[in-house]
């Protein structure tokens, strides 16, 4: 046997059933987002290097240390996009969004790309759900994408979330704020290690990214973003977590998430889970003031978020996927099988939303019945990649066809009854209005 090749490192493949729970995640992010206007974009998943050079920011971790970055065959140096925030603002920009209506509700699901030291719950390549809403620029901007935030996670049954908010200061407010920093830093600055030695010379608010024990220790007692808000930052800040509050979404403010890319101004939050172990955050998100104008469009105002797709799926409590009847096709030879096909396609045309395998080997009723007794019994916990809400056999012999009458078999009860085949549509119909 040749050798075989494994998938690269930090990857992870998602096979059924647990792709059916992803997909099932998706449509519910379409569903939700679409009842507050948003509507699905796609962008490449490589983009020019310097994009993320430009917006995430060169002194930020992404950019300086996880990009997978190459040169193509015309030597143009692309990146594998690690995030999506910059595409969705270049793709506007290059399209004109001076021509567009306001405000502009995009979101999106896909592939991202980092590297970073895989660990549980950390990739190399990784799934985020994200939403940016462009050209909004009061709270209620802000408060609108917390709130179609938390009606999708309540969506997929996740209810005792919070989300931890801060509002970073903008301008002469965060230069301020970064001497303070350095100012608090530099007594100890000979206890950083190189990494931070270099945060905190180029780019001081991102010490705060740190993981060395050292570095938090010293920023404990570190000046409070939230004490060096200007009068116009504070009051959007306050008119936030009004409307939070009377929206009934919960947070708590936190002055120490600043968030690891360079494009934030004022608002940023983060939601995390005790269910999940060291990479703990769910998600994150935030207003970006200056990015759609540092990438070459109009002064325009944005907010948005993403959320790590493959962590959700993990915090889960509940089957996102939708029950569904499963109905099993058993022709009793080979002979049957042609008419086993057609009768498929009949079901499925009246059963909306129900699953109809043919078994197509033509081994009999005896092998096709144990395998839908399986699917029932595993009652589709096991490998069966869709949820079962019931299970019921089909069983296609001679007579059947001869007769033109549909023999059905309910797995669970055991109830078998035939019918003539012109009931079939008004019966599966009948049982989907019981339901
Ligand atoms: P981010 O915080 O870098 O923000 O990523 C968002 C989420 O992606 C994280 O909270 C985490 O759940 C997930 N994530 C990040 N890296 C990994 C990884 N290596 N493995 C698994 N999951 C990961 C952004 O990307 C911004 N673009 C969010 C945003 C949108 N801000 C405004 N609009």
Same mark, same amino acid.
């Given at each position: ?38 509507a699905?974009?796609? !962008? ?6 310097? +994009? ?32 999506n ?21 995009l ?38 994408? +917390? ?5 999708f ?5 996740? #209810? ?13 407010a ?45 920023l ?17 800040h306050?008119?936030l ?5 009377a929206?009934g ?18 608002t ?31 002064? #325009? ?51 909306e ?6 078994d ?32 019921a ?19 669970? !009860? ?22």
């Open positions: 046997m040749s050798e075989r090749i494994r998938a690269p490192k930090g990857t992870h493949d998602l096979l059924p059933p647990v792709s059916e729970k992803f997909a099932a995640v998706e449509d519910t992010a379409r569903r939700v987002f679409g009842s507050f206007g948003y699905e974009i796609r !962008t490449p998943i490589f983009e020019s290097t310097d +994009l993320f050079a430009r917006s995430v920011g060169d002194t930020t971790d992404i950019v300086h240390k996880e990009m997978y970055t190459f040169a193509d065959r015309k030597g143009r140096s692309l990146t594998l996009r690690p995030e925030t910059a595409g969705v603002v270049r793709a506007l920009v290059e399209k004109g969004l001076q021509e567009m209506a306001r405000p502009i509700r979101w999106y699901a896909g592939p991202q790309f980092r590297y970073e030291q895989p660990q549980a719950g950390r990739y190399r390549e990784f799934r985020q759900i994200g939403l940016e809403l462009v050209g909004a620029p009061s709270a209620a901007g802000d408060a609108e994408v +917390l709130i179609v935030l938390f009606r996670l309540e969506a997929l049954g996740l #209810t005792d979330l919070i989300a931890t908010l801060n509002c970073i200061p903008a301008g002469k965060r230069e301020a704020f970064s001497r303070a920093l350095q100012e608090h830093v530099r007594p100890h600055a000979g206890r950083l290690g190189p990494e931070d030695a270099r945060r905190m010379a180029e780019n001081p608010l991102r010490l705060f990214d740190s993981k060395d024990p050292e570095a938090r220790e010293i404990k007692g570190a000046p409070a973003t939230l004490d060096f808000l200007d009068d116009a930052s504070r009051a959007h306050e008119e977590k009004r409307l939070l509050a929206a979404v919960r947070f708590v403010e936190s002055p120490e998430i600043v968030r690891g890319l360079d494009y934030y101004t004022l940023v939050f983060e939601v995390a889970s005790e269910k999940l172990g060291a990479q703990n955050a769910i998600l994150g998100g935030g207003r970006y003031d200056h990015l759609v104008r540092e990438l070459g469009g109009p002064p #325009t105002p944005a907010v948005g978020f993403a959320i790590g797709e493959d962590r959700l799926v993990d915090v889960l409590s509940q089957d996102p996927r939708p029950a569904r009847s499963v109905f099993f096709v058993i022709p009793s030879s080979e002979a049957e099988v042609s008419y086993a096909l057609s009768l498929a396609d009949e079901i499925r045309r009246s059963s939303g129900a699953v109809v395998e043919t197509l080997s033509g081994r009999g009723l005896v092998k096709g019945l144990s395998r839908a007794g399986q699917v029932l019994e595993g009652g589709g916990a096991g490998d069966y990649p869709f949820r079962v809400r019931g299970v056999a089909v069983l296609v012999g001679s007579r059947e066809r001869e007769e033109n009458v549909v023999t059905l078999k309910d797995l669970a !009860t055991k109830a078998q009854e035939s019918f003539p085949r012109e009931e079939l549509a008004g019966r599966l119909g009948a049982a989907r209005e019981r339901r």
